[in-house]
Structure formats: C-alpha cells, structure tokens
C-alpha cells in the first residue's frame, strides 16, 4: 500500500520557520522524482519545489526562492522542505508528491503563517 505521510505544519509568524516532513512507503522511493506542492483557500494547487531521484538537482517556484530548500534522504525514504522567512502568501495546505512510473500523493498538512 502506498502511502506519502506528511508531517511538520502549523501556526507560524510571519518571519519564522518550519521544517516539512513526509514519509514515503509502499514503493521504490529512490527512483522517483520527489516535489511540495500547496494550495491555499481558492487557489489552483502550484508547485513549490522538485528534487530529482538521485537528489542532485533541485528546482523551486520564484515565489520561494531563497526561503525554501527541498532535500531527501533516500535511507530514510523521507523528502524535506525547509521553509525560512514564512509571510503570510505562504499560508497553503502542502502537498508531498511522487512522481516517476505513477504518481502519488500525500494528504497535506496545514501551514498557516499570521500574527
């Protein structure tokens, strides 16, 4: 059964951080492209950041760069997003995607950024 388990939300400042987690089982994890995905209220889901299988290479929305750092440990089978400088546009629910063969998604966790 494949399952993506994210982790790491929450209610933030403006200015502060949070670190994603989402936890990958039920297939090859290493051979598959890992991305963070969100959707606020209203709005068409977009993609945040990509990182290809083997980890080397990374790609991340213009509105996150510079703030947001995606990383994997493929031991772990676990995919990261490390979000610095949170504003309040940052409020979305975050998607944990796989993509390769199929595709597969999480359930999403909550991050809400606000004074």
């Known amino acids: 059964q494949v399952q993506l388990v994210e982790s790491g939300g929450g209610l933030v400042q403006p200015g502060g951080s949070l670190r994603l987690s989402c936890v990958a089982s039920?297939?090859?994890?290493?051979?598959?492209?890992m991305s963070w995905y969100r959707q606020a209220p209203g709005k068409e889901r977009e993609l945040v950041a990509t990182?290809?299988?083997?980890?080397?290479?990374?790609d991340s929305a213009e509105s996150v760069k510079g703030r947001f750092t995606i990383s994997r440990d493929n031991a772990k089978n676990t995919v990261y997003l490390q979000m610095n400088s949170l504003k309040p546009e940052d409020t979305a629910r975050y998607y944990c995607?796989?993509?390769?063969?199929?595709?597969?998604w999480g359930q999403g966790t909550q991050v809400t950024v606000s004074s």
């Open positions: 039920g297939f090859t994890f290493r051979w598959y492209t």
């Open positions: 990182i290809a299988s083997a980890g080397g290479s990374t």
């Open positions: 995607n796989a993509r390769q063969f199929n595709e597969y």
